[in-house]
Nanobody
Framework: QVQLVESGGGLVQAGGSLRLSCAAS????????MGWFRQAPGKEREFVAA????????SYANSVKGRFTISRDNAKNTVYLQMNSLQPEDTAVYYC???????????????WGQGTQVTVSS
């Protein structure tokens, strides 16, 4: 049974930083991309960032480019999202995702995490 367990969410002031982690288990994730989506209140879920299995390729939503950095540790089956210069509009539930590279087109991944809340106060 595949499990994606996120951690690292919380409350931060505007301009602050948070680091999200997502540990995957239950199968071999070689060749899978790992990434993050988010859903703000009253809005649709949207793609945030993704990284390829080899970490050779990354993709970011325009709204987070230059502020967020995605990385992964394949030995630990873990993906990270370093979020800097956070703004109130970044407030959302952040979901870990594992799937094909198609997730960068905002399509559903093969596996979802349960989500972690990120709240940025002004």
């Amino acid at each position: 049974q595949v499990q994606l367990v996120e951690s690292g969410g919380g409350l931060v002031q505007a301009g602050g930083s948070l680091r999200l982690s997502c540990a995957a288990s239950g199968r071999t994730f070689s060749t899978y991309a790992m990434g993050w989506f988010r859903q703000a209140p009253g809005k649709e879920r949207e793609f945030v960032a993704a990284i390829s299995w080899s970490s050779g390729s990354t993709s970011y939503a325009n709204s987070v480019k230059g502020r967020f950095t995605i990385s992964r540790d394949n030995a630990k089956n873990t993906v990270y999202l370093q979020m800097n210069s956070l703004q109130p509009e970044d407030t959302a539930v952040y979901y870990c995702a594992v799937g094909g590279w198609r997730i960068v087109r905002n399509t559903d991944p093969d596996y979802w995490g349960q989500g972690t809340q990120v709240t940025v106060s002004s």
